[in-house]
């Protein structure tokens, strides 16, 4: 049989409310007294009606934590994983918990940001993974639920945002392989609807522009951060301008089309393509030749993310954006030019 806050407060001898205001970490009730009714409930297995104490206390202390559009993909891509590595670790640390929700576009458009929020009882929520169009984006900015967005900015008053330095990274790994001697340089971008692909391709138009480089539209092409997708637009590349040396791709998982692609072609890398992805995903490092790749922290991203909306919920002073700093990593899959060539 369940044990209720009546069987508490007849073996302590205090009052049904005094119990449930103690259970509820009112700042009313003593400490010797709190300390004695958490000893008795614990003795007895109370275990507490969290959706009733959320009515209560009008929190939840539950997170939400929605990530959008997971394919087969994400496999190989940990970036995901990595971030809710990051999130449930600062969590575990705090009173707070957090539930994982799945959502595509179609569905944002069956329930609404608001719906899930309230059904959920969510007192905050996490968001990754959202297309710019998405519905729950405009909804997230607007609603009266704390969010904090991966990689997407906003401008809310109950908003956070996090990402990591995304334009510069990107322009570094250009501008690395136009040091070595690479002019010709291909782009394997995202999609249209992704921040981080707007960014990366600005990124890269302005590295090729500020080095005196021919810009030139034709060598960008969308790969839809799929490897499949990216070996395809690899090969279409490569048959109609046999001048590329370089290509650089904005995720680790379409590098590995492009590297697929080059080997289908029979052009050796780093010999005669040299390919920079972005991710530092691990299998990037297991691959013949090794990736050269833009490292990116999701865990870190993760931490920040679930610590500031904690903050933001709790009402504390703290940084609204936060930017985790990458690293260039080089391996295997970059060679310099040789004069001449």
């Known amino acids: 049989m369940a044990i209720t806050l009546k069987d508490i407060s007849k073996a302590t001898g205090f009052s049904i409310t005094t119990v449930s205001r103690a259970l509820n970490g009112y700042s009313d009730v003593n400490e010797e007294t709190r300390v004695k009714?958490?000893?008795?409930?614990?003795?007895?297995?109370?275990?507490?009606?969290?959706?009733?104490?959320?009515?209560?206390?009008?929190?939840?202390?539950?997170?939400?934590?929605?990530?959008?559009?997971?394919?087969?993909?994400?496999?190989?891509?940990?970036?995901?994983?990595?971030?809710?590595?990051?999130?449930?670790?600062?969590?575990?640390?705090?009173?707070?918990?957090?539930?994982?929700?799945?959502?595509?576009?179609?569905?944002?458009?069956?329930?609404?940001?608001?719906?899930?929020?309230?059904?959920?009882?969510?007192?905050g929520v996490i968001i990754q993974g959202l297309k710019m169009n998405d519905p729950y984006l405009e909804e997230a900015v607007n609603s009266q639920t704390p969010c904090v967005l991966i990689d997407i900015p906003c401008d809310g008053e109950k908003n956070g945002f996090v990402t990591s330095n995304q334009y510069e990274s990107a322009k570094n790994a250009v501008k690395y392989l136009i040091r070595v001697g690479h002019k010709n340089i291909a782009f394997i971008n995202g999609t249209e609807y992704a921040h981080v692909s707007t960014v990366r391709k600005q990124a890269y138009?302005?590295?090729?522009?500020?080095?005196?480089?021919?810009?030139?539209?034709?060598?960008?092409?969308?790969?839809?951060?799929?490897?499949?997708k990216a070996k395809q637009e690899m090969i279409k590349l490569l048959l109609n301008h046999p001048d590329i040396t370089a290509v650089f791709c904005a995720s680790d998982v379409m590098a590995l089309g492009a590297l697929h692609a080059?080997?289908?072609?029979?052009?050796?890398?780093?010999?005669?393509?040299?390919?920079?992805?972005?991710?530092?995903?691990?299998?990037?490092?297991y691959v013949t030749p090794k990736l050269t790749t833009i490292g990116q922290y999701p865990y870190k991203m993760g931490v920040a993310a679930a610590n500031m909306l904690i903050d933001i919920f709790e009402g504390k002073e703290s940084e609204r954006v936060i930017e985790v700093k990458n690293d260039l990593i080089l391996r295997e899959s970059v060679a310099t030019v040789k004069k001449g060539d």
């Open 37 to 123: 009714i958490f000893q008795v409930a614990d003795e007895l297995g109370y275990s507490p009606n969290i959706l009733a104490r959320s009515l209560v206390m009008k929190q939840s202390k539950t997170i939400g934590f929605i990530v959008s559009d997971i394919k087969r993909e994400s496999i190989k891509d940990q970036f995901m994983f990595e971030i809710l590595c990051g999130v449930s670790d600062f969590l575990a640390k705090t009173e707070y918990e957090f539930v994982l929700l799945s959502t595509t576009t179609t569905k944002q458009k069956n329930k609404t940001y608001k719906q899930i929020c309230a059904e959920r009882q969510l007192d």
């Open 205 to 228: 138009e302005a590295a090729i522009k500020e080095n005196r480089i021919e810009f030139r539209e034709e060598l960008i092409v969308n790969g839809d951060f799929e490897e499949e």
């Open 262 to 285: 080059a080997r289908e072609l029979k052009i050796a890398v780093p010999e005669q393509l040299s390919i920079i992805g972005f991710d530092n995903i691990l299998i990037s490092q």
